[in-house]
Structures are given as structure tokens and as C-alpha cells.
């Protein structure tokens, strides 16, 4: 009730407020998230090498970053990972994170045969280095306020699968900057990163479109900009 204006992260965050009657739609604002670009392209790379986790160079691997928790779907995670790895041997698979069912996780890998090919990081100061090593980087959330692994992934210049729910959609058009599969769908994202690994005019599309919209969409200087504007107009107002 104090707020002039409520800002969202996100079309999804938006309608969400709307349906739990936080407040009337004029009070509310979407600023779409973004990442510091300038920070990352300006900085070191390069830092996490393949062999670091014993990750053979020609190795084709599949990473995600999140909490190991049920939002972020880990165990469709690993699922698939399983499928991928029926079809492609030379499947790696990181996930760069921590959480509660990190056991759950393992204990999946090792009964299914590919513990040794799974690599989990716990928490790290800078997951970038490790998205780096990805050639197909997943979000495969059951919710999602808005994903800003997305567009971090974009700019590691990374093609992406991602869930189709809730913000996700506002970030990745499928076919053009990812590919989106449905929320607990171990087998479609499967078949989405094979056809990535199988067709590289698809994956050079994705990952070119996903750089573009990044410096386009979701720069933080741009998310800066956006504020400076409606704090300027909510100054002017009174």
C-alpha cells in the first residue's frame, strides 16, 4: 500500500501479482531482468578447463546451473541425461550448484551407470567458468520467476533447452534462440539436445540469435536505464 509502483521481473511475474490481487495493474511495472555483459566479456575466461573434471576434450557436454532443489527440476535433469547418454556414449553432464537432493541425484547416476560422467560442483563464486564448458546448456525449471541462467547462457554463447512455464517463454522463443520443452518432460529435452548435438546449423542459429537478444534484451545497463526512467517519472509526478 506504501508503493507507488511494484516493478516485475517479468510478463509472468506480473500476471502473477494480477491473480493474487496484490495491488491494480497500473501500480505495477515489468523491467525485464538482465546480466552485467560489459563485466563478463571484459573479464577472464577460460578459468575451468575439461580436464580439471576429468572431461575428455571431445566430449559433448550438457550443463545446468541451479539449486539442487525441486524448483529447478534437477531430477529431469538426470533423467535425461540418462537418454542422452543411451544415444550419445561421449555425454558429460554438469550440474553447477548445491542443494537438498544432491543425494537423490547421485544415487540416480550410479544406479543408471553414469556416475562417473556426472560432475556436480557444489557452490562456486563463479559459475561462468563452468557454463563455458557446456555445449548444451538446460533450465529445465518447474517454475521460473523470470531465469536469469537464460541469458547468462546466451552469453557464454551457449544453445539452450529450457522448460516452458511460467517467465520462460518471455525469454526463449522456440526454434529461435532455444528450444522449449514442457515442464517434466525427461524425454522431450532429451530429444531436444540430441537435435541440437545432431544439427549444427541449429545450434550456430540458436546460439547467434541467443547473442543478439542478449546485448539486445537483457543487458544490465539497459535494466539500469529503465529504472532511472520511472524513478525520474515518479519524481516528476510529485
Known amino acids: 500500500p506504501f508503493c507507488d509502483k511494484i516493478i516485475c521481473i517479468s510478463d509472468a511475474e506480473k500476471q502473477s501479482a494480477l491473480d493474487k490481487k496484490i495491488c491494480k495493474e497500473e501500480k505495477l511495472q515489468v523491467i525485464f531482468n538482465g546480466v552485467d555483459i560489459e563485466a563478463y566479456e571484459n573479464g577472464t575466461h577460460g578459468k575451468v578447463k575439461r580436464a580439471d573434471l576429468n572431461i575428455p576434450e571431445d566430449a559433448f557436454v550438457v550443463g545446468m546451473v541451479g539449486r539442487i532443489s525441486p524448483q529447478k527440476a534437477p531430477d529431469v ?70 531465469g536469469l541462467a537464460l541469458p547468462e547462457y546466451m552469453m557464454a554463447g551457449n544453445p539452450i533447452v529450457a522448460s516452458r512455464v511460467d517467465a520462460i517463454p518471455n525469454i526463449i522463443r522456440d526454434g529461435e534462440n532455444g528450444l522449449l520443452v514442457e515442464a517434466d518432460d525427461a524425454t522431450g529435452a532429451s530429444e531436444a539436445v540430441l537435435r541440437i548435438y545432431q544439427d549444427r546449423n541449429l545450434k550456430d542459429k540458436l546460439v547467434a540469435q541467443g547473442l543478439e537478444d542478449v546485448h539486445k534484451k537483457f543487458n544490465a545497463r539497459r535494466v539500469s536505464e529503465e529504472h532511472g526512467i520511472l524513478f525520474h517519472e515518479l519524481l516528476v509526478m510529485r
Open 77 to 146: 535433469f538426470v533423467r535425461m541425461a540418462k537418454l542422452v547418454k543411451d544415444e550419445v556414449p561421449n555425454t558429460h553432464f554438469i550440474i553447477v550448484g548445491n542443494g537438498n537432493q544432491e543425494a537423490e541425484i547421485r544415487k540416480y547416476a550410479k544406479d543408471n551407470g553414469f556416475e562417473e560422467s556426472l560432475y556436480i560442483t557444489g557452490w562456486v563464486d563463479d559459475p561462468m567458468s563452468y557454463v563455458e564448458l557446456f555445449d548444451v546448456a538446460c533450465l529445465l525449471s518447474r517454475w521460473e520467476g523470470f
